[in-house]
C-alpha cells in the first residue's frame, strides 16, 4: 500500500456543485493532516489543516477517519477559481512529510 | 504571505556543469526544505534543515548537496548537472512541522 494514495482524477464538475475526494494513507500512527492546493505551474499552498473532529473552512470542510485511515475533502458551491490540483498530505509520528500526488479538479461553466 | 524567494526563477544549463539553487526567507522560521517536482512523482524531498548548520538526506538526495550558513539562505548544489535532474524545485519553509509549510515560487530547471 503507498504511503499517501489519491485519484488522480480529473474530476470534472459543473459550478455551483458539490465535489468531494477522498486520501488514503498507510501509516496508523501518522499525527497531522492537511490539504494543500496547487494551482498549474505554481507552488502549492496550504489550503486548511485537518482536525481529527473535522473543520470547516467556508465552503469547504475536511473530516479525518482514524480508523479507515483515509481523510477527505468535501467543496460545496464549487467555483471556477476552485480549479486546480488538490495534494492530501500526511505527517508521521517521526516528523516525516509525505505528499500525495494529487487530485486534479475541473470545474465546469 | 510568509517571505520566502527563490532564485533563479528559471534556469537552463549544460550536463555536467555545477548548479546553485538559492532559498531566502525573511520568517526566521527554523526548518528549510528542498523538493522537486515531477510529472507522475508529484513532490519528492531532497534535503531539509532543522538549523544553521544542520542538514539532512530526504529520499532523493543522490547528485544534490546543501548548505545553511544563516538562517535566512538554504542553498541546493547540483554538482554535475544530469538530464534526469530537469525539474521543477520548490523550497518549503516552517516554524513548526505541525503548522504545514510554506512554499517559495520554485525554479524550473533544465539540463540540455
Known amino acids: 500500500r503507498k504511503e499517501v494514495e489519491q485519484d488522480p482524477g480529473p474530476f470534472n464538475v459543473p459550478e455551483g456543485a458539490t465535489v468531494a475526494f477522498n486520501c488514503t494513507y498507510s501509516n496508523s500512527a501518522s499525527q497531522s493532516f492537511f490539504w494543500y492546493r496547487q494551482d498549474c505551474r505554481k507552488e502549492p499552498k496550504l489550503l486548511m489543516s485537518v482536525y481529527s473532529s473535522g473543520n470547516e473552512d467556508g465552503r469547504f470542510t475536511a473530516q479525518l477517519n482514524r480508523a479507515s485511515q483515509y481523510i477527505s475533502l468535501l467543496i460545496r458551491d464549487s467555483k471556477l477559481s476552485d480549479s486546480a490540483t488538490y495534494l492530501c498530505v500526511v505527517k508521521g509520528r517521526d516528523d516525516k512529510i509525505i505528499f500525495g500526488k494529487g487530485t486534479r479538479l475541473h470545474i465546469l461553466p | 504571505d510568509a517571505g520566502i524567494t527563490q532564485s533563479p526563477r528559471h534556469k537552463v544549463t549544460e550536463t555536467g556543469t555545477p548548479v546553485t539553487l538559492r532559498c531566502h526567507q525573511t520568517e526566521n522560521h527554523r526548518y528549510m526544505y528542498w523538493y522537486r517536482q515531477d510529472p507522475g512523482h508529484g513532490l519528492r524531498l531532497i534535503h531539509y534543515?532543522?538549523?544553521?548548520?544542520?542538514?539532512d538526506k530526504g529520499e532523493v538526495s543522490d547528485g544534490y548537496s546543501v548548505s545553511r550558513s544563516k538562517t535566512e539562505d538554504f542553498l541546493l548544489t547540483l554538482e554535475s548537472a544530469t538530464s534526469s535532474q530537469t525539474s521543477v524545485y520548490f523550497c518549503?519553509?516552517?516554524?513548526?512541522?505541525?503548522?504545514?509549510?510554506?512554499f517559495g515560487s520554485g525554479t524550473r530547471l533544465t539540463v540540455v
Open positions: 534543515s532543522y538549523g544553521v548548520k544542520d542538514t
Open positions: 518549503a519553509i516552517s516554524d513548526r512541522v505541525e503548522y504545514g509549510y510554506t
